[in-house]
Structures are given as C-alpha cells and as structure tokens.
C-alpha cells in the first residue's frame, strides 16, 4: 500500500490498533445496539412499503367477539368460521386460536370434522417453552385435532429492547423439527434453524384483513380469501401483542404475517457486523497512513456513504448488516488522525519565523534527518544594522533574497533561519573539501550587493561549518554557529569548528565571572606602548593596553575579553581600572621631570554614559595630571556620530582640556561630516593599512590620503602596526606625525617602559 506508507513513529500503528479494538468490542458486545437500532428504523422508514398481500389475517377482533360472543369460542364456533373459510378457497389455512380440551364432546367432534374437510391440512401452532431443566417442551394441541391438521412453529423472540427483530426458520419442538407458521407460509420449508431479520420496513397496515364476525355474518367478500394464505388468529384487546420495531404493539399473528412476508420478498441474509468492520479497517488505514489530506477525507466520506446509505441499499436486496461496529472503528482513526494534524500544527507553529516567514531551528530540531550531513552557518554580520535601517515591510524581502543566494549557490532546498542574519543549512556533499569550495562560491556570489526598494546593500557573510559525525545536528548547529563568530572575529570567511575549541567555549561561557574575579585579584595590569614623534624618534607618550595574567591560562588577549566585558557591563570597570592605573603611572614619570602623554583606550559603549566625565575628572585630581597629557581613543561606530550624549560627553571632555583620538580610522564608518562633528585632535590610522604599506600601493594611497585629508583640518595623525623601518621611512616621508608599533616598541610592563624612558624604576604613591 504505497500510500499508507506509515510513518513518524507508531503512532498510527496505535491508532489502527485502537480502531480495531473498539470496531471489535462494538461488534461483539451489544454496547451499540440502541444506536445501530436507530439507524435500522431510520432506514425502514425511507424504505417504507406495502406486503405482498399473499397472506390475509382473518381477525377474532373485538367486534366479532361483541357480535358472536367473548373469547374463547367454543368449538363449533370456530367450526362454523373455518367453513366459511374453505368456501372461500384459500390455499391454506393457519389457524391459531383456543381449542377445546381432550374429552369427549360435541362441540370438539364438530371442530375435528370440520379439519378433516380440508384438503390441504390446516396448520395449527406448537411452541416450545424452556422449563427449569433447560429442556424444550413442546406445547402444541391435543392430539385428535393434530390427527387432521399440521403443526407449524409459532415462537416469537423478543429482545433486550422487548421488541422482535428476527425469525425462525424452524425450529425443533419436542423431538420433531418443525417449521416456523412464517416459513411454511412462504413456502420456504428448508428444514433450517436459522435466524433471519425480520423486514420492517414492510408495513403492518398494508396486510389484508378480514375481520372474522364479517365472515361469520356472511358480509365480507368471499373472493378475499381466494388463493391466498390464511391466518385465523385473535386480534382483540385481550389477544396476544408484541412490539414490532417501528409499528408498536401489534397482535402476534401480526408479526409472524410480516416475518412471512419478508421471506416471500427473498430469503434476507444477515452480514453481520465483521464484513463492515473489515471495509472500515481498510479505509483506517487510508484515514491514518495517507500522507494527503484528501485521501483521508475521501476515505472519510467514503467511510460515511458506504455505512450510512449503504445498508439501505443492501437492504433492498435482502442483505442486512450491522455498521456501528464500523463506524465506531472509522471514528477512532479519524479522530486519531485530527488529533494528530491538531499536534502538528500547534508543533509547527513554533517552527516558523513570525517575519520571514522561514523554517527556524526548532524546525531544524523536528527534522528526521540525523544523517552524517555537514551543518553549514551563514552570519551576515551587518544583518542587525541592514535591517534597523530597512523599513519593516522590506525585512522579509532581504531575507528572500539572502536565502535565494543561498539555495542557489549549495543546491540547497532548505534553508534555516537560526536568528536574524543567521541561517543554516545541511550539506549532504561528499565531504569538507567540496562544502568549503561550495563556501568559497558562495563568498563570492555575496560580493555583488543586493538591491532592496531601490537601495543598494552590501552584505558582509562569513561561515561556519562543523563536519564532526559523532556530535548531535542540533550541537552542530551551536558548533558551526561558534565557528561563524570565530570567522567574523578573525576577519576569515570561514571556519570549520574545532572541537579543541569547545575547552574555550567553556571558558567563554564563565568569562565575565571570571574577569570580575580577575580585577579583584590583581590579574589585570596595564601594558605601556610607546609612541614616537615620528620625524625625531623621540618618545612623547604611551599607550595603556590592557593585560590579563590568568593563574592558570596564562597571557589572555583584550580581543577575548574586552568584547564579553562591553556586552556583559563590565567595561566601566575595567576601564576605570585602566583609567587608574595608567594616568597613576604616567603621573609619576611626569612628576619626575620627564614629559610624558598616556593614551587610554575608551569603549564605545561608555561615550553616552553619564559619570564618565566625573569619573575621569576625578582621575586626573587624584593623581594630579594635566588634562592635555591624557588622551582618549575611541573608536568610530556607525551610531556614536549621531548619537547627542555620546557628542555631548565627548565635547564636555575636550572642554576640560583631555585630547581625543580617532582610533582604527579607516575601518568603520567614518565619513568626513564625522571627523568633523567629533572634536578630536589626532587621528590614528588603523595597523591594518600600514602593515602593508610598503607592499600595497592602495594602502599608501590611502594612509597618504588621509594624512592630507586630517592636516587640512588642523589633525595630528598616529600611525600604528609600524613593524619596520621600511615602513617608518614610508610615513616620514607622507609627514605622518606620530608612530606606534612592534618596530618603534612593543607594549610592555611599567617598569620595562620606566627602564626605555631612561627614568629610575619605582612608583610615587598617588
Ligand atoms: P588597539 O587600540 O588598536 O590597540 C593596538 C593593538 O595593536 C594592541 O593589541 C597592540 O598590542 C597591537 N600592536 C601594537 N603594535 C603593533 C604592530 O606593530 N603590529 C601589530 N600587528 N599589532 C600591534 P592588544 O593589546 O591586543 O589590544 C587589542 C585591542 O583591544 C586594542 O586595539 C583595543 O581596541 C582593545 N583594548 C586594549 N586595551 C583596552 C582597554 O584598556 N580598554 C578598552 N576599551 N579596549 C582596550
Ligand atoms: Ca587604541
Ligand atoms: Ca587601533
């Protein structure tokens, strides 16, 4: 069965189990009987319709009782009726009524010889009863009578409800096998003990009735009875009454003229309630296993139709089954199956980024595919700021067209958005090698920007990847994320996590609790670079590097800290600290008679804070130095320039006199409106354009540039990085003012800059 392919677990295994179970507990036991019941007279009534009229009941009613006297009549009563009966020229004659007793009289030879007269013997009832012993005794008339006449079965069973759904076709009655009044009416003697259901959809007003005192009275019409079966049976008030489902109470001979009736309408078969059940059991399980919704809804009606108006129609062909056994079973799937559509939607609510509209990775997470798929990460590293400029609508249409590059440089069919700007994806390629071409491709094709309403936007990509077999997709998916960082951090298009670097992981995670402890403990100390005049050569000041001595880690770098303690609200510290500790020590030297400027590096994240200015007053009273020799380098962020606190602080600092520096210009965002809105007097060329000023004809362009550009607004520029005399001689000869690198000094502890300086060892208490 290809499409009941049965998938995500055992579940719908269960569910057809269930179906199964209930579908089997409602056939069996008689728990659905009320409801099958209903069906079963809903059905009769669309299917109403008369009898053949083949048996006619003449009727001891209460009008011949009142007219010829109360029941039971005697003998030759019954005599004189069934005389008016023969004349008529039935073709036989039933005739159940009280007869006379054993003895002698002539009222009972009257009745006998009025039995005899008959050519074809008159049938007369026998029952069976079940005594004490469960033994069948036969009750059937006294013997003189059943000498002329035949005995036929008159049993009728009710019942749980009290009311008579089927028949016999005989039954054995002391040791005889009779057959029932109803089977030898419709000349069906088969000799059969079976059961049959009974029609009732045949309708009890349509059997032709003669009432016996019109007989007797010689006021009905003869012909009536002329080739037709005929029941002589009591009908008046104290006679007999069953409930026939859908006609209520009616004499007896009633029912066993509809049993007959249906027998002669065709031998109706009973199905049952298992060959439904199977038919259920099939459409289960196209309910359960159908990956499409419309063929579980197809089997669904189909499931309706065929037990709803199915049995009307088989019923017209004399075949009845039972359906709740069946339905109960299509039931249980179906609701089995909603429940389940239910949970998977309310699951894959969750799996969708509300504004892009992408799979994310609680998607990835409800993915079977625990292959050995190499888990790829793209980070857009300026997504944060693309999208803040964007208008909102416009999100989801960058996010169309990054995921477009995506797919078509992996052959990728699914993407997922792990966060803003991040997306993953799983790679089935062969091995690292293609999936790190594959990364070189897509580098490429993210250098021409993207175009969103008219705006041109450069995206700024690097990938992570994590091929490790042995871990989970979903640590894969952290790994590749860390190893995208890691890229991004190094200026790399792309790493490949190494699990080496999950001990670093670890420390990363512990980082800011180490770090504070770090700054309790003495950890921390400030490294001092020199910066040289760069014409002379002479040392005119200092930069303050941050340093962490961990007891167990060794050197740890600002890069690995300073980013956490930004993030984390533990740079105001930490600067403090730096702030502390450095223009302590440049006081001392200046006190000793050596000149000397100190620069301090300033986090952005600091500019808009209000004690910043206090805190660096109160610095430069408590060790007594003078506001020009500090200087504080800040970094050129694309918010600083317009953000009004951050331009308020930095002119309140520059009114008291302390010098600020551009630092790493050339990297962000700087603009000339920038340079001109931040009231620096120095601008410092990032290392990376002058490492490679004597091999980069670019770069010298552009540092040359940009000296011109900062001396024609009345700047000093610093050159750091410079780790040659090739390239010092380059920035002598472009009047570079200042110098700052590996080749001129690199950072060191105080004393080893105190023993540079030429100035005794030893700090003056502030
Ligand atoms: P930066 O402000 O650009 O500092 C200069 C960095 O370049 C220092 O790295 C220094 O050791 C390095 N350097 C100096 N000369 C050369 C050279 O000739 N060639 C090369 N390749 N590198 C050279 P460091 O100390 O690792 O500091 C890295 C960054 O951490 C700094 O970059 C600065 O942004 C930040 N940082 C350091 N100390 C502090 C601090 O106290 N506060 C704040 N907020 N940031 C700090
Ligand atoms: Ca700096
Ligand atoms: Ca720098």
Known sequence: MTLTRIRSGSFPLKALLAALLIGLVFGQFIVAEPLENAMKLARNKLRDHAVSGQVVLVAIDDRSLAEFGSAPWSGSRIAELLDRVRAANPDSVHLDAALPGQGPSLDATRLEASLAAFRTPVTLPARFSIDRLSERRAIEPPARFTRHARLVNTNLYEEWDGRIWAHLNGAVVGERYLPSLAAFLAGRDDRSSRHFPIDHALNVRTIPVVSAGDLLGNRARATLLAGKSVVIARTDIGADHFVAPGSGHVPAAMIHILAAETLIEGAPTNAGWFPPLVLAMILACLILGSRRRSVALGALAFAAVAFLVGPLLLETRHIHIEVTAALAAVCVAATARLIRSLRRSYQTRGTINIVTGMPNLQALRNTTDESDAIVVTARVKNYAHIATT????????????????????????????????????????????????????????????????????????????????????????????????????????????????????????????????????????????????????????????????????????????????????????????????????????????????????????????????????????????????????????????????AIANLRRLNDIGIELSIDDYGTGFSTLEYLRRIPASEIKIDRSFVTMLHTSQSDRIMVNSTIQLAHSLGRKVVAEGVESQEILDHLRHMRCDFVQGYHTGRPVAFEAFLSRLNVKAGRQAA
């Not at 402890?517 to 100390?525: K, M, P, R, S």
């Not at 009273?621 to 800040?634: A, G, S, Y």
């Open 390 to 645: 964007l208008p909102p609508q416009h999100e989801k249409d960058l996010v169309e067209q990054i995921v477009a590059r995506l797919k078509f440089g992996t052959g990728s069919s699914v993407i997922y958005q792990a966060d803003e700007g991040v997306f993953v994806w799983l790679s089935h390629h062969a091995g690292e090698e293609s999936v790190i071409q594959q990364i070189e491709g897509l580098h490429a094709l993210f250098r021409s920007p993207i175009v969103i309403a008219t705006r041109i936007i450069d995206l700024a990509v690097t990938f992570g990847l994590d091929a490790d077999e042995n871990r989970t997709i979903l640590q894969r998916v952290s790994s590749s994320l860390v190893a995208a960082d890691e890229a991004a951090r190094d200026g790399r298009r792309w790493a490949s996590f190494n699990p080496a670097s999950l001990e670093d992981a670890e420390w990363s995670m512990s980082l800011l609790a180490r770090l504070d402890h770090a700054i309790d403990n003495g950890e921390l100390w400030v490294a001092y670079q020199p910066k040289l005049d760069c014409r002379t050569g002479e040392i005119l000041g200092a930069e303050a590097l941050v340093r962490w001595t961990h007891p167990e880690k060794g050197q740890v770098y600002p890069d690995q800290f300073i980013g956490a303690a930004e993030q984390g609200g533990r740079i105001e510290r930490l600067t403090e600290f730096v702030l502390d500790t450095a223009i302590g020590d440049v006081a001392s030297i200046n006190a000793r008679g050596r000149p000397l400027s100190i620069a301090v590096n300033l986090s952005a994240v600091l500019l808009g804070n209000d004690s910043l200015v206090p805190l660096v007053e109160g610095l430069l009273r408590k060790h007594k130095l003078r506001p020009n020799l500090l200087t504080l380098e800040v970094t050129e962020t694309s918010t600083m320039g317009s953000e009004a606190r």
